[in-house]
């Protein structure tokens, strides 16, 4: 398997090192912003070839599939492109910033039958995966979930601290994670949903905090607590609260709702959730067929987010 990345950024790197553990697959292009970090980055991992430009690594026939890392608002249209090259594809979390993108990408992918994967990583981490086996073993019924999103990033910075070319999204991206996996673990579609935002940033254009609230079918409830100006503990905390127990899932560590830590080792064949997820895309198209995360399969995330933005925007209206 002959695989291509793209962005060779802070996130991008994880993928790699993720790839370097999956037999058979070999990185043959590096595509990054500047030319410099390219070729670096390539010859870090190895890869034969890099450039700037994404049509470069389309081009080639030694590029079965490519990983796409770039920004949020060049997604959609990458993710196309790669599927008219005749490529798989996996594109970052998130799959675009509008609905109408997201629904353009599901239709090249059932036009070309190729695999197309959305890094949903959360369905691959260990702790999220325990849940999720109890879920299906019919011992645990999700009843609510308790989500904070939290980050102190007042500046255009990547995970590494290093300053980046874009801005990051509260809604399209990080509550791309919770919503996902709200309506994964409950198996129920969200029918009601409500937004608040806090003022945006002056210089970076986004609102900094927000709310959100949700309700699916089976009528389980979801609170999610997004914020850019939480100067604490970093990351996403997952409380799953069911009919038979309460679980916390931080990353890759769960605990029980008294604190009890949880034994996930034996959970999959890595503690790595890119890793995880990178297995799934090679194996889908090694076997020919769907994988976990697919373009199909997350869509109606995207189908959500896209009624809370236009529900904020109505809000700015108001102001």
Avoid at 5 to 14: P, Q
Avoid at 121 to 130: D, K, L, M
């Amino acid at each position: 398997m002959r695989i291509a990345l793209v962005g060779a950024g802070a996130f991008g790197e994880k993928h790699l090192d993720g790839l370097k553990n999956i037999d058979g697959v070999e990185i043959t292009s590096i595509i990054s912003r500047t030319g410099e970090q390219a070729a670096a980055v390539a010859e870090k991992y190895g890869a034969k070839h890099s450039s700037t430009e994404l049509a470069d690594a389309l081009a080639r026939d030694d590029v079965d599939a490519v990983i796409l890392c770039t920004p949020t608002q060049m997604h959609a249209e990458q993710a196309i492109a790669c599927m008219d090259a005749g490529k798989h594809v996996q594109v970052e979390i998130p799959l675009a910033d509008s609905w109408a993108d997201a629904q353009a990408v599901v239709k090249k992918q059932q036009e070309t039958g190729l695999v197309c994967m959305v890094g949903h990583t959360r369905r691959f981490n260990p702790s999220h995966q325990w849940v999720k086996k109890r879920i299906e073993a019919g011992e645990l019924n999700i009843q609510a979930m308790d989500v904070e999103t939290y980050f102190f990033r007042r500046k255009n910075m990547n995970a590494k601290g290093e300053p980046r070319s874009w801005t990051d999204h509260l809604l399209w991206h990080h509550s791309a994670h919770t919503i996902d996996i709200f309506q994964y673990m409950t198996g129920s579609k969200v029918i009601r949903a409500n937004a608040l935002q806090g003022p945006k940033h002056p210089e970076l254009g986004i609102a900094m905090d927000m709310s959100i609230q949700m309700k699916t079918e089976a009528g389980q409830v979801l609170t999610l607590s997004l914020s850019f100006n939480n100067d604490g503990p970093l990351g996403t905390f997952f409380r799953y609260i069911g009919d038979t127990g309460t679980y916390i899932a931080r990353y890759d560590d769960l605990v029980t709702g008294r604190e009890e830590p949880i034994d996930v080792s034996n959970v999959d064949i890595s503690m790595n959730g890119i890793e995880l997820q990178d297995r799934e895309f090679v194996a889908a198209i090694r076997e020919g067929r769907e994988p976990n995360s697919s373009v199909g399969s997350v869509l109606d995330c995207y189908r959500v987010i896209g009624e809370l933005a236009a529900s904020l925007e109505e809000q700015d209206g108001w102001s």
